[in-house]
């Protein structure tokens, strides 16, 4: 392993991959703790220090911020705005047939797609950073609070001054995303999901250790015994999957023969990510917002459906929001699996190149094949992501430790996925080389 490791930085290639995705990563944690202007970051560090975190949608975003977003810096939006734009991008291609033909048309439609993408990331971010805005200067960012520090995150609210953080936090945003290209093109790995892999990794350590003075040595154990069979169970299941056998008939094209091959398609147990999970918390997260601007400033009581939507679906140890959050879970995975996997398509293309599945003819029976295999599948992949989206709210219902707990949720699965696919990259380049990877 530590010659493996050796070779990696004898490399010259490599080694400047490696080095130029490490210096872009710098940069961007360095950006991460620049405060965007007319901030009171000593309020907000105050904020910080009284109210840990923010339960929610809000929670999840300050996650893949790395912890930005709460502290109002110029990267505050992370990498959402272009998460979901790319979601928003591919679910409009069920809708907008355009789409759909670009994606068809190879890369020249890619290259579009990807600049449609961007642009939708600037306009997100710049109505997520003009919501945040608003956000902190009525006081609400930390929730409903009496702290005087969280009623004064502006030194100057102006209007001016609002649109000088609004137009940062865009830009800081459209940094990220050419950040992300410029890894992705120039260093190593996927660079958007090396970001989101380093904004979550960041607020490990914290976590950890805010676990450790509030709970004491005990919990901590048991917490980081939890984390490693979490993380051997989801390593496990995301390299597990379907592989479906084809086989391409011969044929005649002048003097040259082609095809005879065998092949499979590989149909993986989790194939729709962390998506469902953000769906979801997206969803849930709404009844709490529209409570929020339902509750009186004055102090009175609130309407009685106010009241049920406060004490069921806004801190999440309710079993009720668990039941609802795992069945949105897995509605949504079979939702988002039936629109980035079509099997009358997948079967259209066998039968156009001379593919077939043992057993199954051409065309409409394979595609019927496909989808009873990719239901059958999808079944036990949504319960899983479902369980793993749960352990968050279990650990809050039990410990008090639902920010705290790192090994759960969206956070792990994009760990472990992360750092899967950039070893692979690693050891392909490697084996490319000296003809042996990362293990023998």
Same mark, same amino acid.
């Given at each position: 392993?530590?010659?493996a490791i050796a070779?990696?930085f004898?490399?010259?290639?490599?080694?400047r991959?490696?080095?130029?995705?490490?210096?872009?990563?710098?940069i961007?944690?360095?950006?991460?703790?620049?405060?965007?202007?007319?901030i009171?970051?000593p309020?907000?560090?105050?904020?910080?220090?009284?109210n840990?975190? +923010?339960?929610?949608l809000l929670?999840?975003?300050?996650v893949?911020?790395?912890?930005?977003?709460? %502290?109002?810096?110029?990267?505050?939006?992370?990498?959402?705005?272009?998460?979901t734009?790319?979601?928003?991008?591919q679910?409009?291609?069920v809708?907008?047939?355009h789409?759909? +033909?670009?994606?068809k048309e190879g890369?020249?439609? %890619?290259? /579009?797609?990807?600049?449609y993408?961007?642009?939708?990331?600037?306009?997100?971010?710049?109505?997520?950073?003009?919501?945040?805005v608003?956000?902190?200067r009525?006081?609400q960012?930390?929730?409903?609070?009496?702290?005087?520090?969280?009623?004064?995150?502006?030194?100057?609210d102006?209007?001016?001054?609002?649109?000088?953080?609004?137009?940062?936090?865009t830009a800081?945003c459209?940094l990220?995303?050419?950040?992300?290209?410029?890894?992705?093109?120039?260093g190593?790995?996927?660079?958007?999901?090396?970001?989101?892999?380093?904004?979550i990794a960041a607020?490990f350590?914290g976590?950890?250790?805010?676990?450790w003075?509030?709970?004491?040595i005990?919990?901590?154990?048991?917490?980081m015994?939890?984390?490693?069979i979490?993380?051997?169970?989801?390593?496990?299941?995301e390299?597990?999957?379907?592989?479906i056998?084809?086989?391409?008939a011969?044929?005649?094209?002048?003097?040259r +023969?082609?095809g005879? +091959?065998?092949t499979?398609?590989? &149909? /993986?147990v989790?194939?729709?990510?962390? &998506?469902?999970?953000?769906?979801?918390?997206?969803?849930?997260y709404?009844?709490?917002?529209?409570?929020?601007?339902?509750?009186?400033?004055?102090?009175s009581a609130?309407?009685?459906?106010?009241?049920?939507?406060?004490?069921?679906?806004t801190?999440?140890?309710?079993?009720l929001?668990m039941a609802?959050y795992?069945f949105?879970i897995?509605?949504?995975?079979f939702?988002?699996?039936?629109?980035?996997?079509?099997p009358?398509?997948?079967?259209?293309?066998?039968k156009?190149?001379?593919?077939?599945?043992?057993?199954?003819r051409?065309?409409r029976?394979?595609?019927?094949?496909?989808?009873?295999?990719?239901t059958r &599948?999808?079944?036990p992949?949504?319960?899983?992501?479902?369980?793993?989206?749960?352990i968050?709210?279990?650990a809050?219902?039990?410990?008090q430790?639902n920010?705290?707990?790192?090994?759960?949720?969206?956070?792990?699965?994009?760990i472990?996925?992360?750092?899967?696919?950039?070893? /692979?990259?690693?050891?392909?380049?490697?084996?490319?080389?000296?003809?042996e990877?990362?293990?023998r």
């Amino acid at each position: 392993m530590f010659s493996a490791i050796a070779r990696i930085f004898r490399t010259p290639d490599l080694r400047r991959k490696i080095g130029f995705t490490l210096a872009i990563i710098a940069i961007y944690r360095l950006g991460s703790h620049v405060p965007a202007p007319f901030i009171n970051f000593p309020n907000v560090q105050e904020c910080l220090a009284f109210n840990a975190g +923010t339960e929610g949608l809000l929670g999840l975003v300050n996650v893949f911020s790395g912890g930005a977003l709460l %502290q109002l810096s110029i990267f505050a939006l992370g990498v959402m705005p272009y998460i979901t734009a790319t979601i928003i991008t591919q679910l409009l291609r069920v809708v907008i047939p355009h789409f759909e +033909t670009l994606h068809k048309e190879g890369q020249a439609g %890619q290259a /579009k797609l990807t600049q449609y993408t961007r642009y939708l990331t600037i306009a997100l971010a710049l109505l997520q950073s003009t919501t945040l805005v608003t956000v902190a200067r009525s006081g609400q960012l930390f929730g409903a609070t009496d702290f005087a520090a969280c009623n004064q995150l502006l030194t100057n609210d102006v209007w001016w001054a609002q649109m000088l953080i609004i137009m940062s936090m865009t830009a800081g945003c459209g940094l990220i995303m050419w950040f992300a290209e410029l890894v992705t093109e120039r260093g190593i790995g996927n660079g958007m999901s090396l970001l989101i892999f380093v904004s979550i990794a960041a607020t490990f350590p914290g976590s950890l250790g805010r676990i450790w003075e509030a709970h004491g040595i005990d919990i901590f154990l048991l917490v980081m015994i939890v984390g490693l069979i979490v993380m051997t169970l989801v390593v496990y299941v995301e390299q597990s999957q379907r592989r479906i056998p084809v086989q391409y008939a011969k044929r005649m094209v002048g003097r040259r +023969t082609y095809g005879g +091959t065998n092949t499979y398609i590989p &149909i /993986k147990v989790n194939m729709a990510g962390v &998506i469902p999970i953000i769906f979801a918390s997206s969803l849930l997260y709404l009844p709490m917002l529209i409570a929020q601007f339902n509750t009186p400033a004055d102090g009175s009581a609130p309407a009685p459906w106010v009241t049920w939507i406060q004490q069921y679906f806004t801190t999440g140890d309710h079993p009720l929001y668990m039941a609802v959050y795992f069945f949105l879970i897995i509605g949504f995975t079979f939702f988002y699996v039936a629109i980035t996997f079509n099997p009358v398509e997948v079967a259209d293309n066998m039968k156009k190149y001379g593919g077939f599945i043992p057993g199954i003819r051409a065309g409409r029976p394979t595609a019927e094949y496909l989808d009873y295999v990719l239901t059958r &599948i999808t079944t036990p992949g949504s319960i899983y992501i479902g369980l793993i989206a749960l352990i968050p709210l279990v650990a809050l219902a039990t410990v008090q430790a639902n920010q705290d707990f790192p090994f759960g949720g969206a956070s792990i699965l994009i760990i472990v996925g992360v750092g899967l696919e950039t070893v /692979k990259q690693i050891d392909a380049q490697l084996q490319q080389r000296h003809y042996e990877g990362l293990l023998r």
